[in-house]
């Protein structure tokens, strides 16, 4: 009898409008949120950190961003993993460049330079759609990753050709380089991720939000109704840039601390955010939360249960992930369009009014 | 002449060669998505698994032995016979033909109103689901194909092409693989056979009719399912022949499923719905990233083959999205 | 002359005469005029040099054949076809050619034939997006939700709300329209339109496929629009007794080429017109 809606009302329409409005909910999100911020880093392990915790929190805002671009604004990309690259090489080549600067305005920078990128690979969207969309978004993935693996400039001409972040601290803690603590790691990520949830909440709630799904739905009445479609899509495309490059500014600053654009952020990185954004739920900021922590949890548990548990070689785990993820992206497809965030909603449904299904 | 003119001639025939990979893969795309309008990603992986398939049934491999070895301990890997390969391609064909069937009772029969771009996702996921299956069946090893193609350099094209150096002293004629004479002819047979089969076969018009109108080829009894299945399994047929050259010269190898993504490009050249258009844009696209890498070498640095047929197509994109061969999309409200 | 220049333009000039009507109606100046417009795709000739005027305030019927290119009117109106031929006045000024969404944020909002509201949103979304023009908070205002954007939100919705009461679709507000049933998309189509308080209202056949009752309070909607904000109203319907009971002027179109105009009491008796739909069925 806990999870009621009844007697809930709403007496004013910022108060309807809110992201939870059912009390129970807000309630467990701040007790969520105090849990993120007060006892995971004390619980915290390294294996925790680096196997699920940091990489689930990166990806997500990777999965955020690029939920804007194809959930919400409808347009398709597979150049995700180069977008991540180009916040990872910006970040790079900034704190070379800048060694002065603060390291949390580094990797915002990374991402406005980023949604830059994007914006200009974004532009072909004004005359092409659909799948033809998705070959110029590979052009940006094969070209951007070609760029930086040939052109001496981007990675300073170092010998073995990879990147590496030197050591950053925040208010005196070490938070890049291997010797960052995990907790620092961890508290950075958080941090961003909460920040960029609430920017891409508070975008989708209103009237950017709306033109974006308007252009989704629609995109020809969309326009006769007053949509701007160039403005939506460069937006979109801005935004979701924009978060992506955070994801792999943090992908690199802080998690990989080397890497080398190719095989870092290849066509499989691209691959990986859209099935996070697909299983998680297409147009749900909860479903870029879920997907990305299906995806970062199951090769883990397939790891810990199949190699080592039953003894399997590593690979042959690894090919039967690829297989349960690409019979899992039909499966939803199938059954749940939307995803893993739709299944939850309908779970909330039945549950809000139990005991009286009717 | 010059030895710089000799040599882009050279790469462009090479260039030649990589481009009816191309082709193959693309028609396959073509025929799958004219008859259903799905846009089917993993046209390239289908090839993979084809060639995988019949590797295996060649070497007489026993399916899932990693698998099972695995689960139990075993240590299995053969059944201790080969398949000759006439015995083993039509098996092939059947394992494609079973494969179209299921493609069709389990995922696009509940997809069928969906969106293309969910359409085109789903098939994402049966790109990687085809591609884990493939490994875990029969193992992710490279491997040798031989259906009794011949391999090196045709020494026959080589000299009779030496004429063409005009005097040039370090010319000897153009290199060329045998096998991809061979896969030329092929490609053409491949190509005539389906048209043959499209204008003079029942099943081909009805495939045609499917093509032109859906709602009118349902209305006058045309079995969509029925024909879904006959185009995956054509398509599937198609990735065979396409696995089957790129296996003979490159070895059975993940990179093959990777020349799926170079038909994206080469269908926006040639167009979605136009066969005539699969093989040209394939072809100029093989030629294209060729010639360009062999020029751009020297001031950008190579591997431009990498994202120029991209690039070319995002160009080409901006000033005809219906491609060379395909027909103008008009919206309306 | 800008865009936002020329709305400011008094609409006085085009009001000098008007009519009243029947019911007593006092109907304005010309706010709209389509001059000699010819529009062709390819071979097809959709629109034969048509001219007519819209009043302000008034009812303006289009009606005629399936094929006859009512829609394509419109379609021109808005700004999604480009005709080959002839000019649009819109309140004094000559438009040039320009994209749709400048077309609506000149005051002229529309439905579709074929409904075109956004599925996956839901209907107050919907609604909401029609009321796109008057929100004018900045990108970043709404990324972090401050000062402008929030106040706008409420502000809006409360007119929207308005016209939620006024359609008579409370109930529901916040169901995603791909779940609604025919009827009510319509009119979840027509309360977008009105979220722009357009001063030019396209209705596209609003009461195709409805039965009676449902048509009885399209009707009344589509009046009471015209009673209490004076929105002038550009209609195409094929149920000529709607046509009769609602429209103050009817255009009659044929092949493309415009066959009648006048009351619609004028046009009944006009024997082209007749010939026109003898023969013709329409639904
Ligand atoms: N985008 C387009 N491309 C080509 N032809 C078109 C296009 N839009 C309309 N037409 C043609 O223009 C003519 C008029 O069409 P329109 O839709 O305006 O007719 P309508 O009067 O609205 O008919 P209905 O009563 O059936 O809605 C038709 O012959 C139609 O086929
Ligand atoms: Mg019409």
């Known amino acids: 009898m806990l999870y009621r809606e009844a007697g809930d009302f709403k007496s004013t329409y910022p108060s309807d409008n809110q992201t939870f409005p059912i009390r129970f909910d807000r309630y467990a999100y701040w007790a969520l949120i105090g849990f993120a911020f007060l006892v995971v880093p004390f619980l915290l392990t390294d294996y925790w950190a680096n196997s699920i915790v940091i990489p689930l929190l990166i990806y997500v805002i990777a999965a955020l961003g690029l939920n804007i671009l194809i959930g919400y604004c409808g347009q398709l990309s597979l150049g995700t993993g180069a977008f991540m690259a180009v916040g990872a090489y910006a970040t790079f080549k900034l704190t070379t460049a800048f060694p002065w600067m603060p390291i949390y305005i580094v990797f915002i920078l990374a991402g406005l330079v980023t ?29 951007l990753i070609w760029l930086f693996t040939r052109v001496g400039w981007f990675f300073n001409d170092s010998a073995t050709g990879m990147i590496s972040m030197p050591e950053r601290t925040v208010f005196g803690v070490l938070v890049t380089g291997p010797a960052a603590s995990a907790m620092a790691v961890y508290m950075t990520c958080l941090v961003f991720v909460v920040g960029m949830a609430w920017l891409a909440r508070n975008l989708t709630r209103g009237t950017v939000g709306r033109t974006w799904m308007s252009i989704r739905d629609m995109d020809i009445a969309a326009e006769i109704i007053g949509v701007n479609p160039l403005i939506a899509k460069l937006t979109a495309f801005a935004v979701s840039s924009f978060f992506v490059g955070v994801a792999g500014a943090l992908l690199f600053g802080v998690y990989l601390g080397a890497a080398e654009a190719g095989e870092a952020f290849g066509i499989n990185k691209s691959f990986l955010v859209l099935f996070m954004v697909i299983i998680g739920g297409l147009g749900s900021i909860l479903g870029s939360f879920l997907g990305a922590a299906f995806l970062i949890v199951l090769p883990v548990l397939l790891k810990v249960f199949l190699v080592d548990a039953l003894g399997w070689p590593a690979d042959l785990a690894r090919h039967l992930e690829v297989m349960i993820i690409g019979a899992l992206i039909v499966l939803v497809l199938i059954v749940e369009p939307h995803g893993m965030a739709a299944l939850w909603r309908t779970a909330k449904e039945k549950l809000r009014l139990w005991p009286f299904p009717h | 002449m010059s030895d710089t003119v000799l040599f882009a001639f050279e790469a462009a025939i090479n260039g030649l060669t990589v481009g009816i990979m191309y082709s193959l893969v693309a028609l396959g795309f073509v025929l799958i998505f004219k008859a259903s309008g799905i846009f089917n990603f993993a046209q390239g992986v289908m ?10 049934l060649q070497e007489g491999a026993i399916p899932f032995a990693h698998l099972i070895n695995a689960t139990f301990g075993t240590s299995i890997h053969h059944f201790g016979f080969n398949i000759p390969t006439l015995i083993a391609i039509p098996l092939t064909i059947a394992v494609m033909v079973g494969f179209a069937w299921l493609v069709e009772r389990i995922v696009l029969k509940h997809l069928v109103n969906q969106e293309p771009i969910i359409l085109f996702m789903a098939t994402i996921g049966l790109a990687y689901f085809l591609e884990g299956l493939g490994d875990i069946m029969w193992g992710a090893e490279v491997k040798r194909l031989d259906v009794g193609l011949p391999q090196g350099g045709n020494i026959w094209f080589e000299e009779n092409t030496q004429w063409l150096g005009f005097g040039n002293e370090n010319f000897y ?26 204008q003079y076969t029942k099943q081909g018009r009805a495939l045609r009719a499917v093509a032109d109108d859906h709602q009118a080829a349902l209305s006058v009894g045309i079995s969509l399912r029925f024909i879904w299945v006959l185009t995956w399994s054509i398509a599937g047929i198609v990735a065979l022949v396409a696995g089957i050259m ?4 490159s070895g059975v190898q993940f990179s093959l499923s990777l020349i799926a993504l170079k038909a994206l490009p080469v269908l926006i050249l040639g167009g979605f719905t136009s066969i005539p258009g699969a093989i040209v844009g394939g072809l100029l696209i093989g030629v294209g990233e060729k010639l360009f890498d062999f020029f751009m070498q020297p001031i950008i640095g190579g591997a431009t083959e990498n994202w120029f047929a991209y690039m070319l197509a995002l160009a080409f994109l901006l000033f005809r999205p219906q491609g060379l061969f395909g027909e103008k999309i008009i919206e309306r409200v | 002359m800008t865009v936002e220049q020329r709305e400011q333009v008094p609409m006085l000039d085009t009001q000098t005469e008007g009519y009243v009507t029947a019911d007593g109606r006092q109907i304005g ?44 009117m419109l379609n021109v109106i808005s700004g999604f076809y480009n005709p080959q031929e002839g000019e649009l006045i ?46 004018k908070a900045g990108f970043l205002s709404q990324a972090f939700w401050w000062g402008a954007a929030a106040r706008e939100e409420a502000e809006n919705r409360e007119a929207v709300e308005k016209i939620i009461d006024f359609l008579e679709i409370q109930a529901i507000r916040k169901t995603p329209v791909s779940r609604l049933p025919y009827g009510l998309k319509k009119r979840v189509e027509l309360a977008r339109a009105l979220a722009a308080e357009p001063q030019i209202l ?9 039965n009676v009752e449902e048509k009885e309070d399209m009707s009344r909607f589509i009046l009471d629009v015209n009673d209490e904000f004076g929105t002038t109203t550009v209609l195409i319907e094929h149920d000529m007794g709607v046509v009769m009971d609602l429209s103050d002027r009817v255009v009659v179109m044929d092949y493309g080429k415009k066959i009648g105009d006048g009351t619609p009491e004028e046009v009944m008796n006009n024997q082209d017109v007749i010939d026109a739909y003898l023969g013709v069925s329409h639904d």
Do not use: C
């Open chain 1, 115 to 143: 949604a830059a990128v994007g914006v200009l690979f974004g532009l072909p969207s004004l005359k092409i759609k659909g799948f033809y969309l998705a070959v110029a978004t590979l052009a940006a993935q094969f070209f």
């Open chain 3, 29 to 72: 100046g010309v706010v709209m005029e389509l001059k000699n417009i010819t529009l062709r795709f390819g071979g097809v000739v959709a629109i034969k040099d048509i001219s007519f005027d819209i009043r302000h305030g008034e009812i303006r019927a289009i009606i005629g054949p399936n094929g006859a290119g009512k829609s394509s």
């Open chain 2, 47 to 56: 090839a993979l698994f084809a060639a995988l398939t019949l590797v295996g």
């Open chain 3, 202 to 210: 396209l209705l596209d056949e609003p009461m195709a496929g409805m």
């Open chain 2, 246 to 249: 790129w296996g003979s010269k």
């Open chain 2, 173 to 198: 004629g153009f290199y060329i693989d045998t096998l991809n004479l061979y896969a030329l002819v092929i490609a053409a047979i491949l190509v005539t056979a389906l048209v043959i089969f499209s």
């Open chain 3, 90 to 135: 819109y309140k004094g000024y000559k438009r040039p050619q320009m994209r749709p969404y400048k077309v609506s944020r000149m005051g002229i909002a529309r439905t579709f034939q074929n409904i075109a509201l956004f599925e996956g949103m839901s209907v107050l979304d919907n609604i909401m997006t029609g009321r796109m023009h008057h929100m």
